[in-house]
């Protein structure tokens, strides 16, 4: 009997499902980073100076955000039972309808207008701050833990990336002289208005199947007490606030430069560009190092310049160039949200399945209420730094971003308390991040991980192949440990030019399992890791029933220098058939028999009966182990593509040797006619006397022993090049 409930979906998500919705929230991720750009506390902040608003104003506009949290104290028993997606649907549309009062302001003036620009963005930040605690929920049912940092830092880059766009249209419309400056701030929202709508009906289209839960009895101030007492979520808590202190804290650099430095409205918007390309490059250049190294190690990297650059803020001069300040807004920027992501990344790995929307109204909750302090401090300390930066080396709103500081270096000391999982150790982690060439590595093997491109894979492959970062090593190794990997031959194969000898464990059990996908290629491999081990298994190789493994064990034990099987291996390749095998003993032998004695028989019935094209490699290989030139692969293509254009190259490099030189009218016309035999006897006449160097004796007397019946195309051209090769050496010695 069969359980009827059995293929019933639950609350999470199925693969192609969470796929669709990753795409769909990478998506209202763009809608939302253009919308909230046009929104936002820059705009709003702008507005507020514009109409006279004082600095504790402004500080709670930059905090105001995070305030709103408060209203998650009710938004669990509000809409228990209801799906998250729809929840986050419908705040994201009433955020952006509250927006279009914004209007009214052309028609106001003073404490009146700074009343109704707070009154609205506070009910925009409610409604925000609703969808939110879904938005964050939704996120954590399309991820797993193994794709819980690319979507993370993906749904940054995309959310940033179109901040970067909606700040540079915020930019050229308040630039343009046809339209004053209030008129510019309100066209902003109303633009605002149409991407949140947009990003609205994208998350709309989300699946999910997670509702609302609240659980009688168990309010936030329960949740939040529950986590408290567990050190680890506490610690990551006490990040995370830290975290969004730091960003309430950096908003106050906008009415820094609008009103200590005098920067006008529109240039404000460059500066804003460049604090998103930062929190772009970031997001985008980070996600490697986070996926591998883990959120320990980059919170610990990113906190400490972040505490530098946070004091730069604190005793920065107001008479700098706007540039001066966009770099160094860019910056700090870069770190911040790293540090933030990083937090992001932690605050997830305690977030529960059962209670996700509970758990994150509690932590934004608090947040809020952080917020109100924060936002009333930050207006305190830009008065208070306005009175003593005259007499101390701070600016007008120094003491604002010195707690900033002072938070950077707590989340620094913080982090030695964290424990992170399969995240890498704080020493081990600085040998890798700091060299360049692990980092490259690491954005190599995240673009594989993205790329579907075969032509762009084996590019990539070929590169950490090849890579001599710290770190290539332990990647390769992940992917060799995959059975079927597409790229693990590949790589196999790399082990034998880019030497690993950590991994030479892996290359023993590859070539030694008779099951093994990519065996001869370990095989191969060996040759470049000589020792007692290699030779061990690759000597037991040698009586194994397959002969392309005794061909192939046969060639790597010659690379690693062993010759006490040259006469059994000489025997195997008499007996061969198969090209390739044969080209393995060749190799083998090379490396086993200096006097190259096994050249006697290269010209033998047996090796020239197999055919033209088995010639013609073979002979190759030869030249190129003694590095002839011009090398003799060369003639034989000259020659496949026109009858006789091989002979021609191979008469004009000759024509330093006397025999080629006074014979090349009769070999053109031997040629012409196929008289190959005739050809085999001229190059016979002219060695019958020779005298050699001792590394060509052998190759002099398989030529000599040639049975010139057996003569055809390739192996009269090879017996004209190495009859050349011969005297030439003779002459040059």
């Known amino acids: 009997m069969s359980d009827k409930t059995a293929g019933k979906r639950t609350k999470y998500l199925s693969r192609s499902e969470r796929r669709i919705g990753g795409r769909l929230f990478l998506r209202f991720s763009g809608f939302n980073g253009l919308g909230i750009s046009f929104l936002g506390d820059a705009t709003v902040t702008l507005l507020a100076i514009y109409f006279g608003a004082g ?36 705040a994201w549309m009433i955020r952006g309808l509250v927006c279009l009062p914004y209007s009214l302001l052309l028609f106001m003036q003073g404490k009146a207008a700074v009343a109704l620009i707070m009154t609205l963005y506070a009910l925009f930040c409610l409604s925000r701050t609703a969808g939110v605690a879904m938005v964050t929920t939704i996120q954590k049912r399309l991820m797993v833990s193994r794709t819980q940092s690319d979507l993370i830092f993906r749904t940054a880059t995309s959310y940033q990336g179109n901040q970067i766009l909606s700040r540079f249209i915020s930019y050229i419309i308040l630039s343009l002289k046809q339209i004053t400056e209030l008129t510019g701030l309100i066209i902003l929202p109303v633009i605002g208005v149409i991407f949140n709508t947009a990003a609205a009906l994208t998350l709309k289209r989300i699946p999910n199947r997670t509702k609302v839960d609240y659980k009688p009895g168990e309010n936030l101030l329960i949740i939040l007490h529950q986590f408290l007492r567990a050190p680890q979520s506490r610690r990551i808590l006490f990040l995370r606030w830290i975290s969004l202190a730091q960003l309430i804290m950096f908003g106050m650099a906008v009415p820094f430069l609008k009103r200590s430095v005098g920067i006008d409205t529109a240039r404000i918007f460059l500066f804003t560009i460049a604090i998103s390309l930062g929190a772009f490059l970031s997001s985008l250049s980070l996600r490697p190092i986070a996926a591998r190294a883990g959120s320990r190690p980059l919170l610990f990297f990113t906190a400490i310049p972040g505490t530098l650059f946070f004091l730069f803020w604190t005793f920065i001069p107001n008479h700098y160039h706007l540039a001066v300040y966009a770099i ?43 917020a109100i302090i924060l936002g009333f401090s930050a207006g305190y300390l830009a008065d208070i730094s306005h009175i003593l930066s005259s007499i101390l080396p701070i600016n007008d709103f120094g003491l604002v971003f010195l707690p900033a500081a002072i938070g950077s270096f707590l989340q620094v000391l913080l982090t030695f308390k964290i424990k992170e999982p399969g995240s890498m150790g704080l020493a081990e982690s600085a040998r890798i991040i700091t060299n360049i060439e692990n980092l490259r590595t690491w954005q190599t093997v995240a673009n594989l991980e993205t790329t579907a491109n075969p032509v762009k894979r084996k590019t990539l492959i070929q590169s950490m192949g090849h890579s001599r970062a710290p770190v290539a090593s332990s990647e390769i190794g992940k992917i060799l440990a995959e059975p079927l990997s597409h790229e693990k031959g590949e790589l196999i194969e790399a082990l034998f030019h880019t030497r690993r000898p950590e991994l030479a464990d892996f290359l023993y059990g590859e070539a030694a399992d008779p099951a093994s996908f990519h065996r001869n290629k370990a095989i191969f491999a060996l040759g470049a890791y000589p020792g007692k081990e290699t030779e061990r298994i690759l000597e037991s190789l040698l009586s194994n029933d397959d002969p392309a493994v005794r061909a192939a064990a046969s060639k790597s034990l010659g690379r690693i220098g062993s010759r006490g099987h040259l006469k059994n291996i000489r025997n195997m390749w008499l007996q061969s058939k198969n090209l390739h095998e044969r080209l393995d003993y060749m190799i083998a032998m090379s490396h086993m028999d200096p006097e190259r004695l096994y050249l006697d028989d290269v010209f033998s019935p047996g090796i020239v009966a197999s055919g033209e094209k088995s010639e013609r490699t073979l002979f190759t290989l030869i030249s190129r182990q003694f590095g002839m030139s011009p090398p003799l692969g060369v003639i ?22 006397s025999f080629l030189l006074e014979q090349s009218h009769t070999l053109e016309d031997l040629w012409e006619q196929t008289v190959y035999e005739r050809i085999w006897e001229l190059c016979h006449s002219a060695l019958t006397d020779a005298d050699p160097p001792g590394e060509l004796v052998s190759i002099t007397r398989a030529l000599l022993q040639f049975p010139e019946e057996a003569a055809d195309s390739a192996n009269a051209l090879a017996a004209l090049y190495f009859t050349y090769q011969i005297l030439t050496a003779e002459g040059e010695s």
């Not at 402004?58 to 998650?72: P, Q, V, Y």
């Not at 109204?361 to 608090?366: G, L, N, R």
């Not at 034989?636 to 040797?657: I, K, M, N, P, W």
Request: aromatic share 10%; proline share 2%; glycine share 8%.
């Open 636 to 657: 034989y293509r000259e020659e496949a593509t026109r009858y006789g254009r091989g002979l021609e190259l191979l008469l004009e490099e000759s024509r330093d040797t």
């Open 55 to 90: 600095n504790m104003e402004l500080g709670l506009i930059s905090a105001m955000l995070h305030i709103s949290g408060i209203a998650l104290l009710i938004v669990p028993r509000i809409f228990k039972g209801r799906n998250v997606v729809t929840v986050g649907f419908w």
């Open 328 to 370: 160094v807004g860019f910056t700090t920027m870069y770190f911040l949200n790293a540090s933030n992501l990083a937090v992001n990344r932690l605050l997830v790995s305690i977030t529960p399945d059962d209670g996700a929307v509970g758990f994150n109204s509690m932590e934004t909750f608090v947040t809020s209420i952080l």
